[in-house]
T-cell receptor, first 111, second 114 residues
Framework: TQLLEQSPQFLSIQEGENLTVYCNSS?????LQWYRQEPGEGPVLLVT?????EVKKLKRLTFQFGDARKDSSLHITAAQPGDTGLYLC???????????FGTGTRLKVLA | EPEVTQTPSHQVTQMGQEVILRCVPI?????FYWYRQILGQKVEFLVS????????KSEIFDDQFSVERPDGSNFTLKIRSTKLEDSAMYFC????????????FGQGTRLTVV
């Protein structure tokens, strides 16, 4: 069974601080997505990474896919209250038609 | 911007009743998915659908569940004889191709079984 573990589970930081969220698995994924979910709403896609070692930037967010395609990280620079939410990673294994979601990291940025 | 739309946004049903959750995927997408999220828990894969048949399903997707693409635009999830533990947010998603590309999610249907 493929599992994606995210850490930390909860994170509460002050506005302006930097943070990193990790997504780890023992399985190899052909692609990995990061989503953000607000309460009562569906996950909203932030980015997809496909190549081992790939780094993508989305404004203050930097996403990295591990060289072995088993893990990923999301780094937020100078966090803002608007970054508050549940961050989810989801991996797709080669030859499957499903995305396995991580356990989620709930981020709260205090003004 | 194209989006996945789901109806209804909230459904309350009596235990034992059948419910149909509806989704309109993004028009040029070929793969469709249903996921669910029980309150406070992680998003769980239920089923993927391509070319008018199920391509993959999880152990959650038992005989109680079925999916259908009744016409060119809708994608439905039917839950027969609902149980209390079926209460969850159900998300529909679609992607251009399976696996390697992004999946776009709808806003979800909150199903409450009483």
């Amino acid at each position: 069974t493929q599992l994606l573990e995210q850490s930390p589970q909860f994170l509460s930081i002050q506005e302006g601080e930097n943070l990193t969220v990790y997504c780890n698995s023992s399985s190899v994924f052909s692609s990995l997505q990061w989503y953000r979910q607000e309460p009562g709403e569906g996950p909203v896609l932030l980015v997809t990474v496909v190549t081992g070692g790939e780094v993508k930037k989305l404004k203050r967010l930097t996403f990295q896919f591990g060289d072995a395609r088993k893990d990923s990280s999301l780094h937020i620079t100078a966090a803002q209250p608007g970054d508050t939410g549940l961050y989810l990673c989801a991996g797709a294994a080669s030859g499957t038609y499903k995305y396995i979601f991580g356990t989620g990291t709930r981020l709260k940025v205090l003004a | 911007e194209p989006e996945v739309t789901q109806t209804p946004s909230h459904q309350v049903t009596q235990m034992g009743q059948e419910v149909i959750l509806r989704c309109v995927p993004i028009s040029n997408h070929l793969y469709f998915y249903w996921y669910r999220q029980i309150l406070g828990q992680k998003v769980e894969f239920l089923v993927s659908f391509y070319n008018n048949e199920i391509s993959e399903k999880s152990e959650i997707f038992d005989d109680q569940f079925s999916v259908e693409r009744p016409d060119g635009s809708n994608f439905t999830l039917k839950i027969r004889s609902t149980k209390l533990e079926d209460s969850a947010m159900y998300f529909c998603a679609s992607s251009e191709t399976g696996g390697i590309t992004e999946a776009f999610f709808g806003q979800g249907t909150r199903l409450t079984v009483v």
